[in-house]
């Protein structure tokens, strides 16, 4: 056998570094190609990596949650069949995953595509997915994985998942569908505007998972508990936005009664022509990405006493959880309709609730436009999205009685516009331009075309 390193792979375009959140192997695992052997959190994506070898792990040469630098040796594999003078094979593998990356959006997305499939862990006669080490525990402690419920991407039972069962409860579970085997309660969809991430689907599993280990009670009658890899990495990356960029911030109030008609007029039509529903949120970005075209100064990010001005509109919109915020990008965001960027919303917020989002889906980001106003507020400062120079709150849209301006009075749906900017880049005059300019692109749609 050759004892052969296997490096982090590339994650996506941008990602320079990463860690590892949980091995699915451990030393003496046998592995074959391209069989799970760890997961990886780069930018709040979780990323599930293939083996590029058959073979037995040999030292894992990395911890979890540590930072590393894309091309770092993470793992040893006596890789079976080869001798120590065989580099060719291991040049290709290495291109392979190298691969995973390309500055071609089609190939990026065929190699993507490829990644998803080939990563693919063993499964059962039962449909259930799962890798060597977690069958070999399985085995040990004399579970049926038929029953367990994963919490893993797409449905993969992880290791976590067999280790931290309580079998009496697995016992139960089993003799209650034995007994009754019509008796599957199930959920109904959500309405609220938060997705539900895969984490929170599996507590509702019929197999419930005891307290976490990393859960620890103190005597002075408080709660420990640590934190899991995606808040870890929101933690950084707001700490790092706070510590680098000097934040000032500003607000406009925008009458926005027109798209408050504009939608109610067409929002059935559209949910059936389109097969989704339009909200407001659409309207908001459209705007934003108008009024960039006019102020690209917004468009910029900080490098190192150079302003750095993007030519692409990415921008990044924020979808909530229970646990986490994630901030996908709609690309090109300029190049959409109000009716594009809904299913671009659309298509996001359900990648974030069934988590199924590629690393690309969540780079590149030049502005973030959040909508603050599905839970009611009315005035917010966003924390930017480093290294963006800009982040735009949308508040809730609310009816009030204004003065007109020959005097009088009308009842108008008003809204708040809440810019938090990078004062090194902006000042209060190019952020009060970008804004007026997001308030009359807003106060011009008033047409049905302009939803197309």
């Known amino acids: ?137 399985a085995d040990e402690r004399g579970i049926d994985l038929s029953l367990v419920e994963g919490s893993g991407r797409h449905g993969r039972i992880t290791r976590k998942d067999v280790e931290l069962l309580d079998l009496d409860d697995l016992k139960a579970t089993k003799s209650s569908e034995k007994s009754d085997s019509t008796n599957v309660q199930s959920d109904d969809p959500s309405l609220q505007a938060v997705q539900e991430t895969v984490e929170d689907v ?52 925008v009458d926005v009664s027109n798209i408050v008609k504009l939608r109610n007029k067409v929002k059935e039509q559209f949910l059936e022509t389109e097969g989704i529903k339009l909200s407001y949120f659409p309207f908001f970005v459209k705007a934003v990405t108008q009024a960039i075209k006019k102020h690209p100064i917004i468009n910029t990010s900080w490098d190192d006493g150079n302003i750095i001005y993007h030519k692409d ?26 009716s594009g960027i809904a299913k671009e919303i659309d298509r996001l917020a359900t990648g974030v609730q069934n988590n199924t989002l590629t690393p690309n889906d969540m780079q590149g980001g030049t502005i973030t436009v959040n909508n603050t106003g599905v839970f009611g507020s009315v005035q917010s400062m966003g924390i930017i999205n480093h290294p963006q120079a800009a982040i735009l709150q949308v508040e809730s849209i609310n009816q009030k009685v204004v003065i007109t301006d020959d005097g009088g009075m009308k009842f108008a749906h008003m809204v708040n516009l809440c810019l938090s900017m990078d004062h090194r880049i902006l000042d209060g005059v190019a952020a009060g331009r970008f804004l007026n300019q997001v308030k009359e692109n807003l106060q011009n749609f008033d047409k049905e075309s302009d939803i197309y």
């Open 202 to 253: 599996s507590t509702k599993s019929k197999v419930q998972e005891p307290k976490s280990s990393s859960q620890q009670t103190r005597d002075d009658n408080t709660t420990v508990v640590k934190a899991d890899p995606i808040r870890k990495k929101i933690a950084e990356k707001m700490s790092q936005s706070k510590h680098e960029i000097p934040h000032a911030w500003m607000m406009i109030e």
């Open 313 to 338: 509109i990415n921008t990044s919109i924020a979808v909530g959880t229970d646990d986490a915020l994630y901030v996908p990008v709609i690309r090109n965001a300029d190049h959409y309709s109000i």
């Open 1 to 137: 056998m050759a004892i052969k390193e296997f490096k982090m792979p590339h994650l996506g375009e941008s990602v320079t570094e990463a860690s590892i959140s949980q091995w699915l192997v451990e030393v003496g695992d046998k592995v074959n190609r391209f069989d799970p052997i760890a997961e990886a959190v780069s930018d709040k994506v979780t990323t599930e990596i293939p083996s590029d070898f058959t073979g037995t792990i040999n030292e894992i040469l990395i911890d979890t949650d540590v930072d590393v630098e894309i091309g770092t040796p993470i793992l040893k594999i006596d890789v079976e069949g080869e001798s120590e003078e065989s580099e060719e094979s291991e040049e290709t593998d290495e291109n392979n995953s190298e691969e995973l990356v390309d500055s071609s959006d089609d190939k990026q997305k065929t190699n993507l595509d490829k990644t998803s499939t080939v990563s693919q862990p063993k499964t059962d006669s039962s449909g259930k997915r799962f890798s060597p080490a977690v069958r070999r525990i």
